[in-house]
């Protein structure tokens, strides 16, 4: 009867869950059939491991059995396999090969042994003390085959047909791993073993324009660019569109047509009268004062786009590139090809969203987009001025309103000042009815709106198509940026940026008439479905939670962006923090991996730290495993391997010849900084002992990550180089950055926190670390300066310690913590999380004494949301795809906690309750899912029924579930 009503109560919680949706920033309703194209995740891979048979009384031999169904007969496999003796491999009874030589690995393709329906890998291995294989069967859209705890072993003689697919192996043993995953870098990685094949992958990197760069990068870099093309006849109309980093000129047939000095805007020319029929050439001179150069261009030649920057173009670093360089019939053979950085908006080094005057951008036409006309909510002043104003409360019912200007001369313009309701990403759309005048600032915070607004536009409205149009400059932070044309009765719009505030001003006019006037928000966001969920007794964190997942989505544009309003960019660390917001609230798949892709380097040899900082290098790593974890796209994860590899190699030149990261490269590479947190002493370009040893940790992290991943695609050898660099650096780490009197690694939280993450802090370093610095009071929550505003701390970084927190079994000081920052921000009216906010700023008012750059809406700042779905709800993912995970809630004084956490195979739902020392978890586990669930207690009842359990360390009694199904687990005192 218990177990009924927990599951009932269960049942009425995730109910209320959906309504709990709406209530917190949930996307808003949109066209159902307008979803981008995604393409579905992969069951999968599996990391190879050395396995033997449990009893090892078969006198030097041993027999090993994989069962594996196949939907369709391959065309083809790949069979690598290794042995420490000679022996035989089998498959579905069939020979397919000799083990000759011992520990060597050699390749097979049995795909003409292999049939639909359910298939049998067997090997025996005779004649070694110690009869072991390591074995990796890929096949073409499968889940690749790897040796691991799944696979039957028997030691000894087999009487029957042992290899063939309708024996019964039930009375085997389960394989034993003697080498895992965690250890498969051993020095007895088989000689000979293979890298895995590479796999093609098809991700759109752009709209067919895209910056483009010299594979070879220098500060301070002239470079020449070209590409011909030909015309059979000679369009009508034809403009050029170009800028470059930072200034060029550019040539259509030898002659210059457009000029420019900044990289963020575009030049669009009228190109038809230097266009030919037969070949024709558009060239570039490009010239970065400070860094490396680039360029993006194309010509529309009648609506067809001609010559558009991307990797079929030509370039030269060459002083003198030679005579008519810039001419059609010039011969570019020894030019080189060009490297590109992504498209148009995705340039993963600058702000690419703030590229104005591109055409088509303003309107915004990405395939991935959607865009919804949102009405304004509230109308917080009026000031009619010299002019007048009436029926501006109805701007929020989707009226117009009527506004008369003042005469000519006045200085005291009709304003009125609207509010959208949160933070947006997207324009403001003004419409009118006759002709009017009407600047337009937009702000996230009031203050930025009323007095320095970011984008700042003046339009001139006319609905006479007979009315020649007027240009209209349009400002960001005060800086002219773009040219906007009105179109007779056409809505304009301001530069797309985040905002939730906007200044309408209504400057004299000489005819002084009165006209209607309309206001609306074009907000443009990513249509993806929050799969995930997340309700509890404490209101203020579900709100954080639903606040955090609305952050991380409104930065999902055609990146997943740092911040709507500032950047606007793809900053590895920024998307380590949303990424797993956006894994636990949506589970998306298609715009993870395309910006994963585009952030990696898209060279054969990385050149530059990704986005410039050693440690968003090792921040990109940690971003693919968790994507991994999360989605388990094995094909995506081959794609990604050359890359991977590229980005170890380039981050092991930091290292010093004991282990140590010593900052080596940008020695090399100008473009390089050091960043660690945006606070005092760790901040950008600030190369001290602090910031290099958090930098020297989160690289330990990262080469054990990478060695997980090297593991997981069957790429021993370099899963055995990435092991050897964790433990030379760990040992190197605990050597020199430990502080052997207080036993921590500094007096910082990031430096701490990092040793912990990384696996370098002992458990009595932990110990030590909690009581010095991470315990709320602590020195290591003490300011580093007197002043207010000294930030111990950002949002970004707690990210990181939340989870160490909660780990050293202190998850109500990680709620504080909350509560004190996210919780603060709430309180202070956000609807979506800053960029800075200190728990310890010490005055009730000081997170919103931002400054007016700063972003009110940046997704490093999600955090929150991560943590309390997979430490406060408790759901953990452990291998590929969810395909194991941990169910351990801490509720820290919650009286209950309930979601859904999104995985391929569909959602994992979790009820946990607590009452009189007791902890009663609901759970439904879907197909594929093995899940390890932990309750506070000595005893474990499952559906009502005592079950053997196991302990771990932090006093929990754990249970696996393997089957699909609704179970009720129960911790008793």
């Known amino acids: 009867m218990f177990a009924s009503n927990f599951v009932r109560r269960f049942f009425v919680c995730l109910a209320s869950l959906a309504a709990c949706s709406a209530a917190f920033a949930s996307p808003p309703t949109v066209d159902p059939t307008y979803v981008p194209a995604c393409p579905q995740p992969g069951a999968g891979s599996s990391a190879p491991a050395w396995i033997d048979a449990r009893d090892q009384n078969g006198g030097g031999s041993a027999a090993f059995r994989r069962a594996f169904a196949l939907t369709d007969a391959p065309t083809w496999t790949t069979l690598v396999v290794a042995a420490s003796g000679p022996g035989e491999i089998f498959v579905n009874g069939h020979s397919a090969g000799r083990i000759e030589q011992s520990r060597q690995a050699r390749q097979y393709d049995v795909a003409t042994l292999l049939h639909p329906g359910r298939n049998v890998l067997a090997i025996r291995v005779s004649g070694a003390s ?40 039930s009375s085997w043993t389960a394989a034993k791993e003697i080498l895992g995953r965690s250890s498969a870098a051993s020095p007895q990685v088989p000689d000979g073993w293979p890298a895995p094949p590479k796999a093609r992958l098809a991700l759109s990197v752009g709209e067919g324009v895209n910056w483009i760069w010299a594979s070879e990068t220098t500060d301070k870099q002239t470079i020449y660019l070209r590409k011909t093309f030909d015309l059979a006849t000679l369009p009508t109309k034809a403009t050029l569109s170009a800028t470059a980093d930072d200034g060029y000129t550019a040539y259509v047939n030898g002659v210059a047509a457009a000029t420019g000095s900044s990289w963020n805007i575009v030049q669009n020319e009228d190109v038809t009268r230097l266009l030919r029929k037969g070949r024709n050439v558009l060239a570039m001179r490009c010239r970065n004062e400070a860094g490396a150069a680039g360029a993006v261009a194309q010509i529309d030649a009648d609506g067809k786009i001609l010559a558009p920057t991307d990797l079929s173009w030509r370039v030269s670093t060459a002083p003198n590139p030679g005579v008519d360089w810039n001419a059609a019939g010039f011969n570019d053979a020894d030019w080189s090809g060009p490297a590109t950085s992504g498209g148009l908006r995705s340039d993963r080094y600058r702000s690419a969203g703030q590229i104005n005057g591109w055409p088509g951008l303003v309107a915004d036409k990405s395939q991935c987009l959607a865009h919804l006309d949102l009405p304004v909510a509230a109308v917080l002043t009026v000031h009619p001025g010299a002019g007048a104003i009436s029926g501006a409360e109805g701007l929020a019912r989707g009226e117009m309103m009527t506004v008369t200007p003042p005469p000519a001369g006045s200085t005291d313009p009709p304003t009125v000042l609207i509010d959208f309701g949160k ?123 639903y606040t955090g997942a609305y952050t991380a989505h409104l930065c999902m544009q055609d990146d997943i962006w740092d911040g709507v309003k500032r950047d606007r960019g793809l900053w590895s660390g920024d998307y380590e923090a949303s990424g797993e917001t956006i894994a636990c609230a949506f589970g998306d798949l298609f715009l993870t991996e395309r910006s994963i892709w585009r952030l990696g380097p898209q060279v054969p040899v990385a050149k530059h730290h990704i986005n410039g900082i050693p440690g968003y290098s090792a921040s990109w790593i940690r971003i693919l495993a968790n994507h991994y974890r999360n989605l388990g796209d094995s094909a995506f994860l081959l794609a990604c391997h050359d890359t991977l590899l590229s980005t170890v190699d380039y981050m092991r030149g930091d290292l010093d010849a004991g282990g140590l990261f010593q900052n080596l490269q940008p020695h090399n590479d100008k473009n390089d900084f050091m960043y660690c947190d945006w606070c ?124 160490v927190l909660s780990k050293l079994g202190h998850t109500d000081e990680a709620m504080q913590v ?16 800053w960029e800075t906010c200190n728990p310890h700023w010490g005055e009730p008012d000081a997170p919103m004494k931002l400054p007016g750059f700063a972003s009110y809406c940046h997704a490093w700042s999600s955090g929150v949301t991560s943590w309390l779905t997979e430490w406060v709800l408790g759901v953990r993912s452990t291998g590929p795809a969810y395909r194991t995970v941990v169910i351990a809630p801490d509720l820290a004084g919650l009286s209950w906690a309930a979601g859904d956490v999104p995985t391929p195979r569909g959602a994992i739902r979790v009820h946990a309750s607590a009452a009189a020392g007791w902890l009663s978890i609901s759970a439904q586990i879907p197909d594929g899912t093995t899940a390890s669930v932990g309750v506070p207690g000595r005893t474990v009842r499952v559906d009502g029924k005592v079950v053997p359990s196991r302990r771990s360390a932090d006093g929990r009694a754990f249970v696996t579930l393997t089957a699909p199904g609704c179970y009720v687990v129960e911790g008793c005192p």
């Open 130 to 169: 110690d009869p072991s294989i390591i074995a990796w069967l890929q096949i073409p859209g499968q889940e690749p085959i790897a040796t691991n705890g799944s696979w039957r072993a028997h030691s000894g003689s087999i009487a029957g047909n042992w290899a063939g697919e309708d024996f019964s192996d």
């Open 423 to 545: 933070e947006l990403n997207g324009r403001v759309r003004v419409t009118s009815s006759g002709q009017a005048v009407v600047s337009v600032g937009t702000g996230e915070s009031v203050e930025e709106a009323q007095t320095r607004p970011w984008v700042h536009a003046a339009f001139t409205l006319n609905p006479d198509p007979a009315v020649p149009p007027a240009n209209v400059v349009n400002k960001i932070g005060s800086t002219p940026r773009q040219e906007i044309t009105a179109a007779g009765a056409s809505p304009l719009y301001t530069t797309i940026t985040g905002a939730r505030y906007a200044l309408l001003t209504f400057p004299p006019a000489g005819n002084g008439s009165a006209e209607r006037i309309g206001i609306s928000f074009d907000h443009v966001y990513y249509p993806v479905t929050y799969n995930g969920s997340f309700d509890c007794s404490g209101e203020r964190l579900t709100r954080m939670w």
């Open 680 to 803: 005092p002493g760790v901040g950008p370009n600030e190369d001290n002992p602090e910031s290099r040893a958090i930098t020297d940790l989160y690289y330990i992290e990262a080469f054990r990550e990478a060695g997980y991943l090297f593991g997981q695609m069957g790429d021993l050898k370099n899963a055995a180089t990435c092991a050897k660099l964790v433990d030379d650096m760990t040992a190197a780490a605990r050597g020199k950055l430990l502080d052997t009197q207080s036993n921590t690694y500094g007096d910082r939280i990031q430096e701490n926190t990092r040793a912990i993450l990384a696996g370098v802090a002992t458990s009595d370093q932990q110990a030590a670390i909690y009581a010095r610095v991470l315990k709320l009071g602590s020195a290591g929550w003490v300011k580093p300066s007197p002043s207010a505003k000294a930030r111990v701390i950002t949002p970004y970084y707690l990210y990181f310690i939340e989870p």
């Open 818 to 833: 909350a509560r004190d920052c996210w919780g603060a921000m709430l309180d202070a009216g956000a609807t979506t999380y």
